[in-house]
């Protein structure tokens, strides 16, 4: 079964700061979870839940590492629609943030599975609106950014290419002229 990930960019709320991750979208999982050691490596600011949520994992078993005892409110920004969302906190993660049903079902964005694209053209109206400047760069600008230096990057490596495949053209030209 394939995976789709995207990068996204969380920004957190006390600081404004953001950065880019990658996330899992799996459409099995019934929350949104961070991982417990991504949320402290990255410093983000953690709200103790009144009462613990039990968690299972996908076959049925309880998680080793507890039940859910924290969360975090961050801001996600992912190609131009961004929310304030509370993240359930969880060890033992494999992917450091999974967007589960509840954002899929929100978004209802349109994913091709061969190639892993998604598209966020079906999002309510209210994606983007609670989106505003602060000081600095906020995370959706820090997102474009990434995103137009990894666009500026693929353009490079195909004019890189074609330039290649041109220059090989000119020398086969070349060397029949030669003959």
Known sequence: ????????????????????????????????????????????????????????????????EGPIENTVEVNVYYKGHVERMEIDVIGGQKWSV????????????????????????????????QWRPVQGKSGWEKQKEEEAKEEAGKRREEKKKKKKQKKGKTVEVRKVAEE
């Open 98 to 129: 999974i967007l589960g049903m509840p954002w899929l079902a929100r978004h209802n964005p349109e994913i091709n599975w061969k190639t892993g694209e998604v598209n966020m053209t079906r999002c309510p109206e209210e994606c983007g609106k």
């Open 1 to 64: 079964m394939r995976e789709v990930t995207v990068k996204i960019g969380l920004e957190r709320l006390d600081t404004q700061e953001g950065i880019t991750v990658e996330v899992l979208l799996d459409s099995e999982a019934t929350g949104l979870v961070m991982s417990s050691e991504f949320a402290r490596k990255q410093g983000f600011k953690l709200k103790k839940l009144e009462m613990p949520m039990q968690v299972r994992n996908v076959d049925e078993s309880f998680n080793k």
